[in-house]
């Protein structure tokens, strides 16, 4: 059976408690692995470890020797691109595709990305006039925060982990990384990408467990923490900030989403339906920019809802490495369990199931694993609980619009802001409707389409601070003035 270690100070260690928890299969429940469950001790000691890289050889490298490591850290996870697609499938059970196309890419992007932004972005310069006419010159300097704890979410397991490693080590952090519980294989392979560049012992460090009394509670509480940056569950997010409050540590959060997808009557309508499907089903509908609320203007309605029904069911479930399928099951038993309780309450609360609703009739070797129908809804107030709650599951509900103020107003209606996707073929439209939508990104005509030097969060419960770009050098990075009398 395979183990997974953590990774302290450049060492694949079991840890302290000698404690090891199973890794299940998504596809089939299967235990797959058993992972090492970091102690206080252990975590104690990746925090230290932390600390100390900061100053040695890691500390005192050039940005353009630092920018080097990065490259060579993203050339290696390119060369062992196919380790990290089976690792992925491994862990989350979705299609080789999505790993192909979209997850791992990105991951090896996260630290091109923020290698360049570091080497490319200037610091600000102001000079000043004063009193006796010589003038002053005011100049920013960038210092790394120091030790950047990571704590990381199971949906998107290397994406969502890298997205925060690259840019905290481009500015010069060193990292504790916490994954997901449910996850955990990238960043032990990640571990050994940095080995085998020669990133010096103890910048990069991850720690296996739980969240409460657990990995991800002793490294958010631990004092030598300096930053914490946290995507994951908005209540979990409660829980982080209040740790942080403890010597006032710096936070960047990506939370939860209900996000809305608006399409009018004069979209491009394949590309509409198309895009809508993507926002929904993509990763079994475990993203947090997924589009959980769609909004269909009144005309096309009844056409857009038979395209979506017709494509929802046509999804061809398999395991992931059947190359053939393109749709997987839940991360666990327990989010299906949740999920399906959001099926449930939607027939209770009188939604029309245009499609879905339950479990899909698996071959005898994936009965066990955690699947779930693509489901549709229409006829729920926007009151009840699968409009209003962050499901995190294959499914939404579709309602008609009749005009841009009520369907603004309809988007609006959420604690969350996370983000949204508009279709319309009239640009003015897209400009003043995405104006009026309280989210941190919007997309129109398109779902998902990252540049990753343009900000990325959320407004209200979805989120706290912008990272991507220069935004993640304000997090991860302690910006100082100085000012010179002349
Ligand atoms: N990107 C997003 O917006 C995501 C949203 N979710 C939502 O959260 C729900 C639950 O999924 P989970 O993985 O359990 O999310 P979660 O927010 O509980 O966990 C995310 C990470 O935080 C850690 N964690 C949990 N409690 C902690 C604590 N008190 N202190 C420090 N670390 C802690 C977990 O171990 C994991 O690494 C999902 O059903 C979904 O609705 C989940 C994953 C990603
Ligand atoms: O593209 C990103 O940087 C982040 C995407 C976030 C998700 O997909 C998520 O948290 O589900």
């Known amino acids: 059976m395979q183990q997974i270690k953590n990774f302290i100070n450049g060492e694949f260690v079991i840890g302290s408690a000698n404690k090891f928890f199973d890794k299940r299969s998504p596809v089939n429940n299967q235990v797959i692995a058993q992972i090492a469950e970091a102690s206080q001790a252990d975590v104690d000691a990746a925090v230290k470890a932390a600390h100390t890289a900061l100053n040695g050889e890691w500390g005192k490298m050039t940005v353009d020797q630092r920018v080097e490591m990065l490259y060579a850290v993203a050339n290696e996870i390119t060369r062992r691109f196919e380790d990290f697609v089976a690792a992925e499938m491994a862990d ?20 091109k990305v923020f290698a360049d932004v570091v080497k490319n972005v200037a610091a600000e310069s102001f000079t000043m006039a004063t009193p006796d006419g010589r003038g002053a010159v005011n100049y920013a300097v960038r210092n ?21 490693v690259g840019p905290a080590l481009a500015c010069g952090n060193t990292v504790v990384v916490k994954p997901s519980e449910e996850t955990p294989m990238t960043s032990a392979l990640l571990g050994e990408v940095m080995n085998a560049v020669g990133m010096p012992k103890g910048v990069f460090n991850v720690v296996n467990g739980f969240g409460p009394d657990s990995a991800g509670e002793f ?46 009557a004069d979209a491009n309508f394949d590309d509409a339906v198309n895009g809508i499907f993507r926002s929904v089903f993509l990763n079994s509908g475990q993203v947090c920019l997924g589009t959980e609320r769609v909004y269909v203007e009144r005309p ?19 395991r992931p490495e059947d190359h053939g399928s393109d749709y997987g099951p839940l991360i666990s038993a ?21 499609t879905g609703g339950g479990v899909p009739d698996m071959p005898d070797d994936l009965k066990d694993g955690h699947w779930i129908q693509p489901t549709i809804w229409t006829g729920l107030p926007e009151t009840a609980s699968v409009v209003q709650e962050e499901i995190f599951g294959p ?52 779902w998902f389409l990252r540049d990753l030097r343009t900000a990325f969060g959320g407004s209200k419960q979805s989120g706290i601070g912008r990272e991507g770009g220069v935004h993640s050098l304000e997090f991860y990075t302690e910006t100082r003035n100085i000012c010179i009398k002349l």
């Open 92 to 111: 989350t059970g979705q299609p080789n595709h999505v790993m192909r196309h979209v997850f791992i890419p990105r991951g090896a992007a996260n630290f």
């Open 144 to 164: 790394p925060k120091g030790v950047v704890g990571v704590i990381s979410p199971w949906n998107a397991p290397f994406m969502l982990m890298t997205w925060k």
């Open 219 to 264: 490294l958010t509480h631990h004092p030598m923490v300096d930053a914490i940056t946290f995507t994951g569950e908005t209540r979990t997010g409660t829980a982080i900030m209040k740790a942080a409050a403890e010597g006032m540590r710096d936070i960047s959060f990506e939370l939860g989403g209900k996000n809305a997808g608006v399409v009018f």
């Open 300 to 318: 096309i309605f009844d056409k857009f809802v038979a395209a979506l029904k017709a494509k929802a069911e046509a999804v061809k479930y398999g």
């Open 334 to 354: 327990e989010h299906k369990q949740k999920v399906m309780s959001y099926y449930k309450k939607a027939v209770d609360e009188g939604a029309t199931v245009v």
């Open 395 to 446: 499914c939404c509900h579709i309602r008609p619009f009749d005009t841009d103020e009520e369907v603004i107003k309809l988007a609006n209606d959420t604690q969350y802001g996370l983000s949204t996707t508009i279709w319309t073929t009239n640009l003015a439209r897209a400009h003043t409707v995405a104006a009026k939508i309280d989210v941190g990104i919007t997309w129109v005509n398109s």
